[in-house]
């Protein structure tokens, strides 16, 4: 890091990803500090900054004393260890220390009492919520939503005709030809256990979708104008049932409420949507294949007369960002969903989904907001 950068961050003053510390002599508040952005983005901590930006420097002594405090704050406070990094330079001739904190890989992360800190925007938080935990959890791949498990639910829960024909079109004989009971099935398949089904089975199977995972829908609205309106739209749809009937469901939604474009055809022509299938077939299914399952709140499809957002529960996973999917990068975040998708659904499994959609049609922007942990798919219309 250049000292002319280091200037440029201290003049912004303190965000997500830098904190300023006067000084430091409490190892606790350390822990702390370097706890709230592993269990985040990470981040780094300015020791010998007042909090306006200012340079108040550091001695020989006090550099000594928290390279000490550090040592043992990261191994002994924090919960699993890390290692951060330090630096020293000299800005407007004082000295000041600079704590480099990555992105934890061993979320969630932990004082000596057992509390988990996240960051807050420039502030810290403990973080309660199981929801907020499990995502966590979730961060550092030891959990995933699919495989939770769905209390009180049992083998009678499962869609069977639904379920044998896709067991016969993928294995060329029934269920019953295995000659064991049908929970033992699932469970082998991974989509139960212990004789409660879990989420990825009632997403692909359940009979009872509506009433067993009511928040797990997609809600589409389209409006006549550019803006929500509480009393005047168009058509409003829920989509519920397994993840096939909710595709086809959204599907039809989208496609019924955009516009057939004549172009170069003639006037006994249908015409031409004006957005490819292929874009809606492809951003529908990441959405539900890819969306954060630990939060309990529907996927939403808004259509507009100048736009289309589909706004997904969860922000880009881990490390991911909106150049990487562009590029054909992906993060699996539902394992389970993921490795029956391409059996079930228009999806490849690749990370070539936004690629396509982007081929065939490039107005679509793609916003990843990390406070709202959302992720929002906006294809402009022509």
Known sequence: METLEIMQILSQGEDSEHQFKRNINNSDALAIEIIAFSNSLGGKIFIGVNDD???????????HRINLMLSNAASQNVKPAVNPLTRITMIDNQRIMIIDVPKGI????????????VKSGADKRKATAREE??????????VHADASPIHNSTVNDIDQNVFNRFFKEEFEESPEDQGIPLINILENMNLAKNGELNLAGMLLFGKNNKFKLPVFLVKCVCYPGKDVHEK????????????????????????????????????????????????FEELITNALIHRNYFI??????????????IISPGHLPNNLTIDNIKSGNSNIRNPV??????????????????????????????????????????????
Request: aromatic fraction near 10%.
């Open 232 to 279: 005047e739209y168009l058509e409003s749809q829920d989509n519920t049932g397994t993840l096939s009937e909710v595709f086809q469901q959204t599907n039809a939604f989208m496609n019924r409420n955009i516009r057939s474009l004549q172009g170069e055809q003639g006037v006994n022509s249908i015409g031409v949507k004006e957005i490819p299938k292929i874009v």
């Open 296 to 309: 309990s709140a529907p996927i939403r499809i808004f259509i507009f007369s100048d736009r289309i957002e």
């Open 337 to 382: 969903l993921t490795s029956f998708a391409t059996k079930l659904l228009p999806y490849r499994g690749l990370g070539n989904g936004i690629r396509r959609a982007l081929k065939a049609y490039p107005h679509i922007d793609f916003i990843d907001d990390r406070d709202g942990n959302l992720f929002k798919c906006v294809i402009g219309r022509r």
């Open 53 to 63: 930006g200012s340079v108040a420097g550091l001695t020989a002594d006090d550099v």
């Open 133 to 142: 935990i499990q995502r966590l959890f979730q961060d550092s791949g030891s």
């Open 106 to 117: 061993n979320k969630p992360y932990q004082d000596k009492n057992g509390v988990i800190w």
